[in-house]
């Protein structure tokens, strides 16, 4: 047999192992989903996310899934994504949610000030209220100094509800928040179930996201249902020997105010309020009659030591006769961030 030269061969002569993978050829590019419509996130619940499409008569809710292309990128409330597939919301219908659009405001805490792990709870609010009790349960002004230390770094304005107003006197809790110049409202709950101040907190919160947080306990599940009629969200209560509520509400949810007068977002009731994420630099931006004076500060000056030029900037009468009770009020939120803060009482932890 002759042997057969090299222009004897031909392609019918190559062996070709077939791929385990497929023939189809890898790509990056992903569909740009020109197409896909827009929608609101007011429900997560165990990776399907409640979503608001359309508006006015053609407004409905639809029931999404995250498509596989977005990885681990988180998906909370508040957020606004695109989505494609079935968006009639039909029942047994499903979507997909392939982007999220970029976020003007995040909300975040950690589990305490050690943990790296960071939590967003909600996309795009405007507003923080933080709801505390003036009794049953005791306020822990620690707790309210770190929500406002979240507000400052999200850029959310922060708004003061004080409930059960009948069985402590406001006065005292609000005049060490004075020279923050923190809006309040001050609530009670009468004999027949009427909610006094229920009308201020509806003008706080008109054209607004608002996010409400607080301890259990303290009547933020009373003050949503009765804002917005048919939440039907749990109301907890306190217990008699640690003073403290016991967790009802499991999950945040979005709700529309009647007449479409803004969002109220509901949030379970935390036990703490970790600010392990949060840059101490960039808390003296909520402080714009502070922050010039700290031109002449030394590189790296955290503005609560003794080479803060700080002091001097008040001490000349810069920051107005309020200046110094506004520099004790912005160390005071710098203390809450670092866990440094003294005192007794039932805020001695992070709770």
Same mark, same amino acid.
């Given at each position: 047999m002759s042997r057969r030269g090299a222009r004897d061969y031909d392609e019918d002569d190559v062996r070709v192992r077939p791929s385990r993978k497929g023939t189809r050829p890898r790509t990056k590019d992903r569909p740009s989903h020109e197409d896909a419509e827009s929608g609101l996130v007011v429900g997560v619940d165990r990776g399907r996310y409640t979503l608001l499409v359309g508006s006015g008569a053609d407004e409905r809710a639809v029931l999404s899934m995250k498509a596989r292309e977005l990885g681990r990128k988180s998906i909370v409330i508040g957020d606004e994504v695109a989505l494609v597939g079935d968006t009639s919301g039909e029942p047994d219908s499903l979507a997909r949610i392939v982007r999220v659009e970029a976020r003007r405001t995040v909300l975040r805490r950690t589990a305490d000030d050690t943990d790296p792990y960071e939590r967003i709870i909600v996309a795009n609010a405007d507003q923080l209220a933080v709801v505390t009790a &003036?009794?049953?349960?005791? #306020?822990?002004?620690?707790?309210?100094?770190?929500? =406002? @230390?979240? $507000?400052?770094?999200?850029? =959310?304005? #922060? &708004? !003061?509800? !004080?409930?059960? $107003?009948? !069985?402590?006197?406001? $006065? #005292?809790? !609000?005049?060490?928040?004075?020279? =923050?110049?923190?809006?309040?409202?001050?609530?009670? @709950?009468e004999a027949d179930g009427t909610i006094v101040g229920l009308d201020e907190v509806r003008d706080r919160l008109r054209g607004r996201r608002s996010v409400f947080v607080g301890h259990s306990g303290v009547g933020k599940s009373t003050l949503v249902n009765s804002l917005v009629p048919g939440a039907f969200r749990s109301v907890g209560v306190v217990n008699e020997v640690t003073g403290r509520g016991r967790h009802t509400s499991t999950s945040a949810v979005a709700l529309r105010l009647p007449e479409r007068a803004g969002w109220v977002i509901d949030t379970p009731g935390v036990r703490s309020f970790g600010l392990a994420h949060i840059d101490l630099a960039r808390i003296i931006n909520a402080f714009p009659d502070l922050e010039p004076g700290t031109a002449d500060c030394p590189r790296g000056c955290t503005h609560d030591e003794p080479e803060c030029a700080l002091d001097a900037w008040v001490e000349g009468g810069h920051a107005g006769p309020a200046g110094r009770s506004r520099l004790d009020s912005l160390r005071r939120v710098l203390r809450a961030r670092t866990g440094t803060t003294s005192g007794s009482g039932p805020d001695d932890d992070l709770d």
């Open positions: &003036l009794a049953e349960p005791e #306020p822990r002004p620690r707790m309210v100094d770190r929500c =406002l @230390v979240a $507000a400052y770094d999200a850029g =959310l304005q #922060p &708004l !003061l509800v !004080l409930t059960k $107003a009948d !069985l402590a006197d406001p $006065a #005292p809790f !609000l005049g060490s928040y004075a020279p =923050l110049d923190v809006p309040y409202v001050v609530t009670q @709950v």
